[in-house]
């Protein structure tokens, strides 16, 4: 036996060890609150965005009308699709930030929608806005461009009007 207490050191050191890398690796948190990021059923980010590749769609959705949105020749639609039935987004790009103002207004105006008055504009830079006619609604936001830092997002979320 006088063997096995030279060994207890080394067996305490390296338990040791194995306890601290475990516990790096662990789903819990500090908080001993499961940590979603390291739970066995979640991936890593990095394997998540490579198995969710989003494609965009750069064409204006066929479900919605054409009334519902003057569609400018001169722009290309940055991404576009139809979220629930009467219920579309549409999202341009703009070089310049400055530019996503007159743009929303060119497209408000053109298609025939009306403001609400109120232009809201969050602690990260993003302004939104309201717009109406008869049969649609708009929700306007303009967003910095994650992908070039002078330009700005304009996203459109248009909405049917419920029938009565």
Same mark, same amino acid.
């Given at each position: 036996?006088?063997?096995?207490? $030279?060994? *207890?050191? %080394?067996?305490?050191?390296?338990?040791?060890?194995?306890?601290?890398?475990?516990?790096?690796? /662990?789903?819990?948190?500090?908080?001993?609150?499961?940590?979603?990021? $390291?739970? =066995?059923?979640?991936?890593?980010? @990095?394997?998540?965005? $490579?198995? &969710?590749?989003? @494609? *965009?769609? &750069? $064409? *204006?959705?066929? /479900?919605?009308?054409?009334?519902?949105?003057?569609?400018?020749?001169? %722009?290309?639609?940055?991404? =576009?699709?139809?979220?629930?039935?009467?219920?579309?987004?549409?999202?341009?790009?703009?070089? &310049?930030?400055? &530019?996503?103002? #007159?743009? *929303?207004?060119?497209?408000?105006?053109?298609?025939?929608?009306?403001?609400?008055?109120?232009? /809201?504009t969050d602690a990260h830079g993003f302004v939104s806005a309201h717009y109406s006619k008869p049969g649609f609604t708009v929700l306007t936001v303009t967003a910095?461009?994650? @992908?070039?830092?002078?330009? #700005?997002?304009?996203?459109?979320?248009? #909405?049917?009007?419920? @029938?009565?």
């Open positions: 036996m006088t063997g096995s207490k $030279k060994s *207890r050191p %080394k067996l305490l050191a390296i338990a040791s060890i194995l306890t601290l890398a475990l516990s790096a690796c /662990s789903s819990v948190n500090g908080d001993n609150k499961p940590d979603p990021a $390291k739970s =066995a059923e979640s991936n890593s980010w @990095q394997d998540t965005e $490579k198995d &969710q590749t989003y @494609q *965009r769609n &750069q $064409k *204006r959705p066929h /479900s919605l009308p054409a009334a519902a949105l003057y569609a400018p020749a001169d %722009k290309e639609i940055y991404d =576009a699709g139809e979220r629930t039935a009467g219920s579309w987004f549409i999202v341009y790009a703009v070089p &310049q930030a400055d &530019q996503a103002d #007159a743009l *929303r207004e060119k497209l408000m105006s053109a298609s025939g929608y009306v403001s609400d008055g109120e232009t /809201s910095p461009d994650p @992908q070039n830092a002078a330009g #700005a997002l304009l996203s459109l979320e248009i #909405a049917a009007a419920a @029938q009565e």
